[in-house]
């Protein structure tokens, strides 16, 4: 895109037109359907080439379907029924456990998502920050900018037991591991929509004599808001990465993140425990993505859609 | 509507003067040259090589003129009008505006800016685009309200107000950006070839209009334009400038009758006038176009 792209008037519909209640409709609808598709090619496999089935769907097969392949990646350890994956959710955690494992990982759901939350409104509102000093100060966006892209590199399996030790075995020590992989794309995103306005725009503010604060306010960051919500969508499945990941080193109890490890040990005698945390995981991601869309379209109304998601 | 006289016509814009706008302009018989540009020259550095952009240009303007900028591409008229602006700064000779610095002309609001693109902002209505300097001034939001109605009414964009800019013809985009540059109610309208993107029926419409508006609003215009039709039907006054370096060959008074209309286009007075023009700005210097357009290119650029 040019310069001037971002504020040459254009004859497109706006973003909220081609996302009316209709067309959400419609893509639940998908995604419903999608996800049965799964499930059907999931199946089918083990239907072709996993270990003999003696039920399906809770029913007894008499005599067991006995599939004429067999292949180790589709048998019910490696990959469980998705029924099975399903049930178990209404099942005890663990054993002798009081509650089912719908319910802690319901709450552990929620213990990683206000760590991820959390971080993620630190990340993004750090990340701007830098990036409306960067686009101020090309002698500090030259200085720091390696440093914001070195911070990106050393892998926060490393990072994240020194944060504990520094702030402490809380779940704030997650947020901040979660803010630390949340801000880098707010940064980037936000140092090229804060310089997207067209040079003419800035003139105009020029002769009105605006400072920066009015030019920052009024031309620079509603310009940049379609890119930093870009942005904010990577950074929101980001942020629930980085707070299951921050949880894992740190011995954390109550998330995701511990829920992973222990699962993982119990692997053997019950494989859906894990697949079923995995899929609570994701649909954390999907939560925090689906809400920043929603913030998306409301902010965007009546906008043309100057920048593809 | 009688020919006009610059200083004594009644003006919708006047009406709630700001405070800041209205510094300065107490109209003095010393106050009726509103532009004055004393000896001024602009140099381009490019990978090296210095162009000399403007040699030696003096201009004067007085209050309520319509002075066009004409000639070839590359001749600097786009960087004078930059200067005055003081959106660049020259780099010898001085601008003075409304008897003060550019520089300080342009802090106290002292004139409104058109540029060939509208530059409105997508995500603001029509109505919202035109209050975004009075916003910038601080000025409460009910006045602004007013303002801005006042602004577009005199425009003809009232039924669009609440309309974003994509959704408005190229023609209307201009016009609102013309409510826009009027807004602060500047003393001073400066416009780099605002209709040179709009196709010739427009242009011309466009041109009817903005004199009404210049009649109505009394406002001093400096207007840059590549056609000499256009400027021959606005001005006051055609200031004839020459390729690079740029300076000014000629200033040719029109003294054709206002108001100006569809008629004055077919009047014999106003074809001399034409012809003069064209005549002016071919006689005297080599034509260099395609060397000095992406020179001027490259100095607007490095104005910014």
Known sequence: ?309 | MSARLPADVGSVGVSGASPVASAGSSASGADRQIVAVRGVQKRFSIGGDTTLALEEVDLRVEAGEFVSLIGPSGCGKSTLLRIIGDLTAPSAGSVEVNGKPAHRARHDRDYGIVFQAPVLFDWRTIDSNVQLPLEIVGTPRRERAQRASEMLALVELSDFRRHHPWQLSGGMQQRAAIARALVLEPRLLLMDEPFGALDEMTRERMNDELLRIWERTGTTVIFVTHSIPEAVFLSSRVVIMSPRPGRITRIIPIDLPRPRDDATRETPRYFELVTEVREALRGGELRQPAQGKAADEAAGRLGT
């Not at chain 1, 001037?4 to 008037?9: D, E, R, S, V």
């Not at chain 1, 902010?299 to 593809?308: F, I, K, P, Q, T």
């Open chain 1, 1 to 309: 895109m040019t310069a001037a792209g971002a504020l040459l008037p254009r004859r497109r519909r706006p973003a909220l037109e081609m996302h009316g209640a209709a067309s959400a409709a419609r893509g639940v609808l998908s995604f419903v359907v999608v996800t049965l598709l799964i499930a059907v090619v999931w199946e089918g496999a083990k239907w072709i080439a996993g270990d003999p089935w003696r039920e399906i769907l809770g029913m007894p097969l008499n005599p067991p379907h006995v599939p004429p392949f067999n292949v180790l990646q589709l048998n019910d350890q490696n990959l469980p029924h998705v029924w099975d994956i399903v049930a178990a959710f209404g099942r005890p955690a663990t054993r002798n456990n009081p509650f089912t494992l719908g319910a802690v990982l319901t709450d552990a759901a929620l213990f990683t998502g206000r760590s991820a939350v959390v971080g993620f409104a630190a990340g993004a509102i750090f990340g701007l920050a830098l990036a409306v000093v960067f686009v101020h100060s090309r002698l500090l966006e030259r200085a720091l900018v390696p440093y914001v892209v070195a911070s990106q590199t050393v892998p926060i399996i490393a990072l994240a037991p020194m944060l504990v030790l520094w702030v402490g075995t809380e779940w704030t020590s997650v947020a901040l591991v979660s803010a630390y992989l949340t801000f880098f794309p707010v940064t980037i995103a936000g140092i090229r929509g804060l310089t997207s306005p067209d040079p003419r725009a800035l003139e105009l503010m020029r002769s009105y004599a605006g400072g920066w604060w009015g030019v920052l306010w009024k031309v620079r960051f509603p310009a940049a808001l379609p890119y930093l919500f870009t942005a904010f969508k990577i950074s929101a499945t980001a942020s629930v990465v980085g707070a299951i990941v921050g949880e894992e080193p740190t011995g954390i109890r109550g998330g995701l993140g511990r829920a992973i490890l222990e699962f993982n040990t119990q692997y053997i005698s019950g494989p859906e425990k894990l697949w079923a945390t995995v899929l609570v995981s994701a649909a954390l991601g999907i939560a925090l993505f689906a809400a920043v869309r929603l913030a998306e379209l409301l902010v965007l109304r009546g906008r043309v859609a100057a920048v593809e998601a």
